[in-house]
DNA sequence: CTATATACGTACCGGTCTGTTACATTGTCA
DNA sequence: TGACAATGTAACAGACCGGTACGTATATAG
């Protein structure tokens, strides 16, 4: 099976850029549960370059730098720290896409193309892994599942949020397009890890403005 | 973890259709390997409903009513298995694919379509999960995995055929409607197991309508 | 009717998985 | 100082993982 072998992995403990020097400017730090946030960020990188099923807590808890018990004493297993991940993930998620919005007030059209613009970019570079939500879904097609849960969730979301952008863009069947860009957006997540640089989602930019522009003139 | 506890899991041995109860005619039936069959098509449901990594081959051998060890005389281990299965995959999608396109010789615009209106409604149907092959990639983000190799071979030969059905199309530019189009497969994919009846699949058709007449006239 | 090859099963291996326990240690605040 | 919160230590459990050494039934060939 090619199995893990965790203790050869290298990659040491991450960086605890909290505390160690602590100068004299803090304020006695009344530090609060700190492992609860490195399993959290350790676990986010590697539930996202590898997959959730492919993560073992041991190897969480060990490259986090913390033990087992702090890991189940903030989530009460490893189903909700996934499931805790993505509810982050939605967070990111959002917070770019609202940027992207946010550059083109008003304009709908540029505010997505805008949004694809980045994520063209992204999708092409090595380390692209797609969309941890869509990818937690493909992993876990039991819908009582609590990461699956959040991944649906936040689908139906950008699905609707699609929708109100179609309108704004002056569409005529503003669901038709809705779902057009979806499949699209999808599409890049997943071509972006199987084809890298050089991808379908070097075109996406392109195909999208043409889709726009078609689904007002008809 | 919500584990599967294989004992009380139900889903008795699949049906052992050949032998049984052999009538006079049979020539003696000279058997040959019956085992490897049974283990790969059972593989291939399990593998495709629940994922590569969530089956373990216990509950491959228990429900293809064999045991492990003539799993691993046919297959040096689980992730030949799977690339076995892939393989398989590979050349099903492909009889799918080319049955639709000979439905509409010479007119890859229809070929293309008929292909999707089949995906389309595949794609909403509760017990869909999407592509075997991309599935399989996005559990094995590692390129040199055998399943890996399978699928991302098999992506590219995709995007090559669309190529060349999006010349046939009179695309001005090929490349970029083969890219949007393969964008839009891969997006019904992944959001049919999303959303199921009702979601984004259900548009599909006429989306990619819409984007090869516009690929035609600018 | 034996000899051999084929196809398969029984029983087991060492290791890893998620999840849990009882108890010790540390630093912080009152 | 003493209570408290946060974490670590060191095991353990029970299931499951991929994988294998070895015995057994069957059928054909000679």
């Known amino acids: 099976m090619a199995r893990k072998n965790l203790k050869t992995a290298g990659g ?36 996202y370059r ?31 720290l996934a499931a805790a991940y993505l509810r982050d ?24 193309l ?26 876990y097609p039991a819908t009582d599942h609590p990461a699956r849960r959040v991944s649906e969730d936040h689908k139906r979301r950008l699905r609707a949020r699609l929708v109100e952008m179609a309108k704004g863009m002056g569409a005529k ?3 038709v397009l809705a779902d057009g860009l979806l499949l699209l957006i999808e599409g890049i997540f997943v071509t972006g890890q199987l084809f890298g ?3 379908p989602a070097m075109h996406a930019v392109e195909i999208a403005e043409t889709m726009i522009e078609a689904s007002r003139g008809r």
Chains 1, 2 share one sequence.
Do not use: M
């Open 12 to 47: 040491e403990t991450i960086d605890k850029s909290p505390e160690k020097s602590t100068g004299a400017a803090a304020p006695k730090r009344k530090r609060g549960p700190v492992a609860a946030d490195r399993i959290k960020r350790t676990a986010r990188d590697l539930f």
């Open 89 to 112: 993930y939605d967070v990111e998620f959002w917070t770019r896409f609202e940027r992207a919005a946010a550059a083109h007030p008003g304009d709908p059209k540029q505010q997505l």
């Open 114 to 139: 805008e949004y694809l613009r980045g994520l063209s970019q992204r999708a092409q570079r090595a380390d692209y892994r797609g969309c941890g939500l869509s990818n937690a879904a493909l992993e």
């Open 50 to 80: 590898e997959g959730i099923r492919a993560v073992g807590v041991d190897e969480i808890v060990a490259k986090a730098g913390v033990t087992k018990p702090s890991l189940y004493r903030s989530f009460s297993s490893k189903d909700e």
């Open 173 to 175: 069947q503003p669901d």
């Open 197 to 199: 640089a050089g991808g």
